[in-house]
């Protein structure tokens, strides 16, 4: 016995959003071939419906609706003329490239310290001088010396931190002539192995709840 009317995918048109299925895409097909202005216009919220089953908890969420009458203009190939809740989509608008991601300027001698230090020296920088500024200071100073730790892991002196803040500020933030000290390396270092120590051994201190196995119970 021979099958001479199976059909392959290879053979079939190709599914302009294959998440829908062929049976979506055929069924838009034929909305699309459709004379009748109002039974197209039905055909296309009963494909809506049914698009929406796919995804019961948000067929009825308006930004979700919105979406769908999207996907089915775009499975359309943008050839479906029927009546839509909300502004029709261009095919120009869908091909149009996104913005290119501007990446994060660092500077390159210092990138140990990463993006989130240059912020909070930005932020320091904006606040009126007074002793809630000066702690701002000192805890990022502490910050980054705990990052320069990480990448050296050795010791480092206070005199390098608060040059390297100079810098990192243009010389707006100055602890060159401070007489507060930074926290010993010692301390940053074993704080750092402490928690390594704990996420190493989650289940150090688990309770053993095997002493019952093998036991009959009644």
């Known amino acids: 016995m021979f099958f001479t009317d199976i059909e392959y995918n290879t053979e079939r048109p190709h599914l302009i959003i294959p998440e829908y299925g062929r049976h979506i895409q055929k069924m838009v097909d034929q ?27 948000l067929r009825d969420v308006a930004d979700f609706q919105h979406k769908l009458w999207d996907q089915l203009f775009i499975i359309s190939d943008f050839k479906l003329d029927v009546e839509s809740p909300f ?3 261009s095919l120009e608008a869908l091909r149009e490239l996104p913005a290119s991601l501007k990446y994060p300027q660092n500077f390159p001698k210092y990138r140990f310290y990463g993006n989130n230090i240059k912020r ?3 932020v320091a920088i904006g606040w009126e001088d007074g002793e809630k500024k000066d702690g701002l200071v000192l805890t990022i ?8 730790l990480n990448w ?6 206070d005199d390098v931190i608060f040059n390297h803040l100079f810098e990192l500020s243009d010389g707006k933030l100055n602890l ?5 000290a930074l926290r010993n ?11 390594s120590d704990t996420k190493a051994t989650p289940n150090k201190h688990k309770k053993n709840n095997n002493n019952n196995r093998g ?3 009644y």
């Open 31 to 57: 909305a699309v071939a459709e004379q009748d202005p109002e039974k197209r216009n039905k055909q296309a919220k009963s494909i809506i419906s049914v698009m929406g089953n796919l995804n019961p908890h």
């Open 87 to 89: 502004e029709k989509p």
């Open 120 to 122: 909070m020296i930005d």
């Open 141 to 148: 100073a502490n910050h980054m010396k705990k990052c320069f």
């Open 152 to 157: 050296n892991k050795d010791t480092v002196e």
């Open 176 to 180: 060159k002539q401070s007489k507060e």
């Open 185 to 195: 390396s010692s301390i940053l270092l074993k704080t750092k192995t402490r928690f």
């Open 215 to 217: 036991r009959r119970r």
